[in-house]
């Protein structure tokens, strides 16, 4: 197991600009999640991959964002039209199943300036 | 929504003492995890543990779902275990909306 792996670990961004990250979770593990943290708050859920099928989305997620895993691997968060309110720790996690704990990757700082 | 509260919400120990943090949540839940998000932001797994009594090595936790409250346990603390505690649920119903709580930050000094 090499890990969750998040690219890239920072991005700084004028407002306005569109981003995207990417995750790739450990080998085998059906279901991915995206999260946002910011500073002194908890992670944030904001959406899930059963495989390719995204299943569920947080009222955060405004319609600026948009999630992929097309092949079922990868997964992509693109933001778009970026705002100041954006910038955060964009969370990736991953599990093989249901029921079984979720392993976390190291995260993408964004930063709006 | 769910909510989930930690307690305390700030504390700290001098090196080799034990701990209690406590995780209340306010309806079923279908599993709950605790994580360590060390001083460089790792998000690491501890356990999961949706009911009963899990240990590993200075760590153990506890979580009695039909009280709707979990405990961990850390004994003899070392400098390494400074960072923030996080219990995490996920609400009854196959969705995988996990809800973070509101986290203890725990300082260990030598």
């Known amino acids: 197991d090499t890990g969750v792996s998040q690219n890239p670990r920072h991005k700084i961004t004028k407002r306005g600009q569109n981003v995207t990250f990417r995750c790739d979770p450990i080998?085998?593990?059906?279901?991915l999640y995206w999260y946002r943290q910011t500073l002194g708050q908890g992670p944030e859920f904001l959406t899930y991959?059963?495989?390719?099928?995204?299943?569920?989305k947080s009222r955060l997620l405004s319609d600026r964002f948009s999630a992929e895993r097309p092949k079922g691997s990868f997964s992509t968060l693109e933001i778009q039209r970026t705002e100041q309110g954006d910038s955060a720790m964009y969370l990736c996690?991953?599990?093989?199943?249901?029921?079984?704990?979720?392993?976390f990757g190291d995260g993408t700082r964004l930063s709006i300036l | 929504g769910i909510q989930v509260e930690q307690s305390p919400p700030d504390l700290i120990l001098q090196e080799g003492a034990n701990s209690t943090l406590r995780c209340n949540f306010s309806?079923?839940?279908?599993?709950l995890q605790w994580f360590h998000q060390n001083p460089w932001g790792q998000l690491i797994n501890l356990f999961y543990?949706?009911?009963g009594t899990k240990q590993n090595g200075r760590l153990s936790a506890t979580t009695v779902a039909t009280e709707r409250y979990s405990l961990l346990y850390i004994s003899s603390s070392q400098t390494t275990d400074s960072g923030v505690y996080f219990c995490?649920?996920?609400?009854?119903?196959?969705?995988?909306?996990?809800?973070f709580g509101t986290g203890t930050k725990l300082q260990v000094i030598p």
């Open positions: 996690a991953s599990s093989r199943m249901q029921g079984e704990p979720q392993h």
């Open positions: 080998s085998e593990h059906n279901r």
């Open positions: 991959f059963q495989n390719e099928a995204q299943l569920e």
């Open positions: 309806d079923s839940v279908n599993n």
């Open positions: 543990i949706p009911s």
């Open positions: 995490a649920v996920e609400p009854p119903g196959g969705y995988q909306k996990v809800t």
